[in-house]
T-cell receptor, first 113, second 113 residues
């Protein structure tokens, strides 16, 4: 059974710092991995989708990498801002018919002004 | 293009009452999902519909029923609400399971007293 782990559960950094959020998964047979952002009391917003054949994806100040063989993904946030404060979740879609996303529990990020 | 919409946003029920949570998407997606999110438990899949006319149980289906009314709409029904069903409920959709990005609605916050 696929398991997705995000450690630490919470992170606090000063504004301007470059930071890396980690995600690990136990089964490397995946279609893709998706990073989401969730603001308090809100739904999940998709940030980046990386297919299993890709190594990384970029969107603005965000860069997500995927190392399928080691079961790891990282979300890199450059020049963090207080507006980046949110919970970041990663989810993997296992390979196979009718596969469904398996979610990590998220990392709550606080960027201090 | 509204994406995934959910109604209501908030609801308070007494134990034993019934209600239906509504979800609709305007992206012509084939697959739709219902999740619940609880502190410390992460997102758990309740039911999903891989395509119009099909529904299947997820990880935590007990106490719930679903209806895929048409391609756009997927409803979740609580027949006899229990305090253990106090949660935030999210609907999601994807064009079809596999290589694509999954989108979420804004959520329904349900309290059962």
């Amino acid at each position: 059974k696929q398991e997705v782990t995000q450690i630490p559960a919470a992170l606090s950094v000063p504004e301007g710092e470059n930071l890396v959020l980690n995600c690990s998964f136990t089964d490397s047979a995946i279609y893709n991995l998706q990073w989401f952002r969730q603001d308090p009391g809100k739904g999940l917003t998709s940030l980046l989708l990386i297919q299993s054949s890709q190594r990384e994806q970029t969107s603005g100040r965000l860069n997500a990498s995927l190392d399928k063989s080691s079961g790891r993904s990282t979300l890199y946030i450059a020049a963090s801002q207080p507006g980046d404060s949110a919970t970041y979740l990663c989810a993997v879609r296992p390979a196979g018919a009718n596969s469904k996303l398996t979610f990590g529990k998220g990392i709550t990020l606080s960027v201090r002004p | 293009n509204a994406g995934v919409t959910q109604t209501p946003k908030f609801q308070v029920l007494k134990t034993g009452q019934s209600m239906t949570l509504q979800c609709a998407q305007d992206m012509n997606h084939n697959s739709m999902y219902w999740y619940r999110q609880d502190p410390g438990m992460g997102l758990r899949l309740i039911y999903y519909s891989a395509s119009e006319g099909t529904t299947d149980k997820g990880e935590v289906p007990n106490g719930y029923n679903v209806s895929r009314l048409n391609k756009r709409e997927f409803s979740l029904r609580l027949e006899s609400a229990a305090p253990s069903q106090t949660s935030v409920y999210f609907c999601a959709s994807i064009i079809r399971q596999g290589l694509y990005e999954q989108y979420f609605g804004p959520g329904t916050r349900l309290t059962v007293t």
